[in-house]
């Protein structure tokens, strides 16, 4: 079992920048594929980010690619979104979640993912 806080959410002016962190417990942080998923006020969670187990293959929601970047370090067991050039729909309630697979197969569904963070607010200003 894994739990996961996520950190790094606030307000920030379009265009800007954030870099939110999510940190997992536990010693087998590496057998975990990780992924971001975002909830907007009124709408259903959203796929938009996803890392295989040893950060050598990712995945993104197509409206987010060229902006955000997801990373791993399995020595710190935390995984990065990193955020630019946000846009007012990017703003959300950002969660992090863990998948336990050792594949090389990358997943948008969240249903695969047992393992989920309380999530951080981002709210992107126009």
């Known amino acids: 079992q894994v739990q996961l806080v996520e950190s790094g959410g606030g307000l920030v002016q379009g265009g800007g920048s954030l870099r939110l962190s999510c940190a997992a417990s536990g010693r087998t942080f590496s057998s975990y594929a990780m992924g971001w998923f975002r909830q907007a006020p009124g709408k259903e969670r959203e796929f938009v980010a996803a890392?295989?187990?040893?950060?050598?293959?990712?995945s993104y929601l197509d409206s987010v690619k060229g902006r955000f970047t997801i990373s791993r370090d399995n020595a710190r067991n935390t995984v990065f979104l990193q955020m630019n050039m946000l846009k007012p729909e990017d703003t959300a309630l950002y969660y992090c979640?863990?998948?336990?697979?050792?594949?090389?197969?990358?997943?948008?569904?969240?249903?695969?993912?047992?393992?989920w963070g309380q999530g951080t607010q981002v709210t992107v200003s126009s």
């Open positions: 979640a863990a998948r336990l697979y050792r594949g090389s197969t990358l997943s948008d569904r969240n249903y695969e993912y047992a393992y």
């Open positions: 890392i295989n187990w040893h950060g050598g293959s990712t």
